[in-house]
């Protein structure tokens, strides 16, 4: 396995990063056009591998779907709600996001279709999913472990009406029901009946529905109901910056001194990962919002600070790689349902801290970790791009710091690395 040495960064800049555009809300945005009346067209969205996987899995399950990369833009047909293959195979890859949308839409067909995925998406839990599936007459037959992928979906549509779910293992079974929900014969009440992590992504799925149609409401997000209205196509639907991926370029600049702009991401944003800026300000940084744009400015110090992660739990690991240059101790809580993400990311994240000789500890649902100075080595990615990404600040400050596999950014953001050289390129303009 390769690694790529990331050189320090000494020189101030002052840059506007265009990151790609959002993972969560291109993969919401191509599930409803998918399931429209009519033809939608999604403009300024991703293309990575993710994203890819969803378009792969709609394209099997009959959608036509246009891919202009060179305009970040998604041509749409929609199929008026009912999937017309049969005996489809469905290759979710490494996209957890993408199984766990995909698997309801195909439910709602008449027909035998299977689900799977690459092996460490085979060892991602998907019980909550299969279980309110069954509740709803959908046959499941596992083709492998119990309640993982992959398996075999007979499908006789969806029959929707009332349901019961648990919230704390991942949001995105919630919004994978609720996507297809406006399809089901009676549409979908559902009850939850634990916490509900990740809420801003639930919310984010809500808004991108009612884009298309979609009438929904909720009660503090306990009791949620979505009405068998079915979709209607966008002509123009366009797709936010990809507010996790901005969290590496504003935390450089909190990190190193420097000043970060994302135009496209503003107090008017879906993306509940935006008030990662928030944490950088208690931080010690200067944040600068418009309706349309976040601007982050380092102030030359950082702060630990003690926070409940669980709504913006994907910049984690973001938190993770420049705490160690805070001057007090960082204690990160509420993000125990990451273990069972690409990696475990807490455990992850522990042990490469160490790797470079910080003292870190691992929490059941968090990290507590110490200012220190850390050591070269070979950070450890475990095929999770988040930890690559991430990991790759450490190196912009300290000598050293090479990241395994660094190729695994491509499943959110394949210009990664390119993007990040606009830093060391601006001279301070």
């Known amino acids: 396995m390769n690694s790529l040495e990331v050189e320090p960064l000494s020189q101030p800049f002052d840059v506007v990063v265009r990151p790609p555009g959002s993972k969560s809300i291109t993969n919401r945005a191509l599930i409803c056009a998918a399931l429209a009346r009519g033809t939608s067209t ?5 293309f990575a591998e993710d994203t890819e996987a969803m378009v792969r899995c709609l394209g099997a399950l009959g959608v036509g779907i246009e891919a202009e990369e060179s305009a970040q833009r998604l041509t749409v047909h929609g199929i008026r709600g009912v999937p017309p293959v ?19 839409v195909a439910a709602l067909g008449r027909s035998t279709v299977v689900l799977d995925g690459a092996g460490p998406l085979r060892l991602r839990p998907m019980g909550e999913m299969f279980d309110a599936l069954t509740a709803m007459g959908c046959v499941l037959v596992p083709l492998g472990d119990p309640g993982c992928l992959p398996v075999q979906i007979e499908a006789q549509g969806l029959a929707g009406g009332p349901i019961e779910l648990r919230g704390d293992v991942s949001s995105q079974f919630l919004s994978g029901l609720l996507l297809a929900a406006p399809e ?20 984010m799925t809500l808004k991108v529905m009612r884009a298309f149609g979609a009438q ?51 107090t008017d944003s879906l993306q509940g990962d935006l008030s990662f800026v928030d944490l950088l300000e208690r ?9 349309t744009s976040t601007q982050v400015v380092g102030t ?26 805070a001057d007090s101790p960082t204690w990160v809580t ?18 490469e801290l160490k790797r470079l000789g910080i003292s870190a500890v691992e929490e059941p649902d968090g990290f507590l970790i110490h200012p220190g100075v850390p050591n070269p080595g070979v950070v450890q990615t475990y095929r ?44 301070g303009k």
């Open 300 to 325: 030359g110090s950082l702060h630990g600070i003690e926070v409940d992660m669980a709504a913006i739990s994907d910049t984690a690991q973001t938190l993770a790689a420049i705490a160690p240059f």
């Open 334 to 351: 509420g993000i125990g349902f990451i273990r069972a993400k690409e990696t475990d990311r807490i455990a992850a994240v522990v042990t």
């Open 184 to 203: 089901m014969e009676a549409g979908l009440q559902v009850e939850m009946v634990s916490d509900l992590v990740s809420k801003p992504y639930v919310e």
């Open 216 to 266: 929904t409401t909720h009660e503090n997000f306990r009791r949620l109901s979505v009405e068998p209205t079915g979709y209607r196509a966008v002509n123009e639907f366009v797709v936010e910056p990809d507010a996790s991926a901005a969290s590496y370029f504003f935390a450089a600049a909190a990190l190193l001194g420097g000043s970060v702009t994302i135009h496209g991401l503003g």
């Open 86 to 104: 049969d005996g489809a195979v469905l290759d979710a890859a490494l996209s957890g996001t993408t199984s766990r949308f995909i698997a309801p």
């Open 384 to 427: 999770d791009h988040r930890m690559a990404m991430s990991f790759a600040l450490v190196g912009l400050r300290s000598a050293g710091i090479q990241i395994a596999d660094p190729a695994c950014v491509a499943k959110t953001y394949p210009n990664f690395w390119n993007d990040l050289e606009t830093l060391r390129g601006s001279g």
């Open 42 to 46: 999604l403009e300024g969205a991703l």
């Open 283 to 291: 931080m010690g940084a200067q944040v600068i919002r418009t309706a």
